[in-house]
């Protein structure tokens, strides 16, 4: 019987060790680098929406089978429901594209009515807006007026 040789080694230098780099007071941010978090998570969307777009075309109706095919009715419901899906995903994936190049152009987070900076927060929350809640809640009060 052969004695195996153990693998585990341990560590001469504790991780803990590590020296500490001195803290530097951080310059403001390259224009670009602001938003790379949102680009980062924009970006993200972008590909999950696109994947979910391919896996809709290669199934269709996204159902392995369906459990009624008599209801044609509900058949039709479901191809105009997941077209209305696409459309919406179509829109967004648009804005996605819009806001990515607003952040490429440094223009991102100004708010297209006020042009005033939006809100970080904001921001982070909805990516693609391009209005200040301010301005977002006069447009919404503006469209109800308008119905
Ligand atoms: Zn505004």
Do not use: H, W
Not at 23 to 38: E, N, Q
Not at 90 to 119: H, M, S, T
């Amino acid at each position: 019987m052969k004695a195996s040789p153990s693998t585990k080694r341990i560590s001469p230098t504790p991780s803990a060790a590590k020296p500490v780099a001195p803290k530097r007071k951080a310059k403001t941010a390259a224009p670009g680098d602001k938003y790379a978090v949102i680009r980062r998570d924009l970006e993200q969307q972008r590909r999950i929406i696109l994947a979910e777009a391919v896996e809709g075309l290669a199934n269709p109706n996204g159902q392995e089978a369906l459990p009624d095919v008599s209801d044609q009715a509900s058949v039709e419901a479901d191809q105009n429901f997941s077209m209305r899906i696409r459309e919406r995903e179509q829109r967004l994936v648009k804005k996605i594209d819009e806001a990515l190049g607003r952040i490429d152009q440094n223009i991102y987070g100004i708010c297209e009515r006020c042009e005033e900076e939006i809100p970080y927060p904001r921001l982070k929350a909805r990516p693609v807006t391009t209005l200040c809640i301010d301005c977002k809640t006069l447009e919404e009060q503006e469209e109800k007026a308008r119905r």
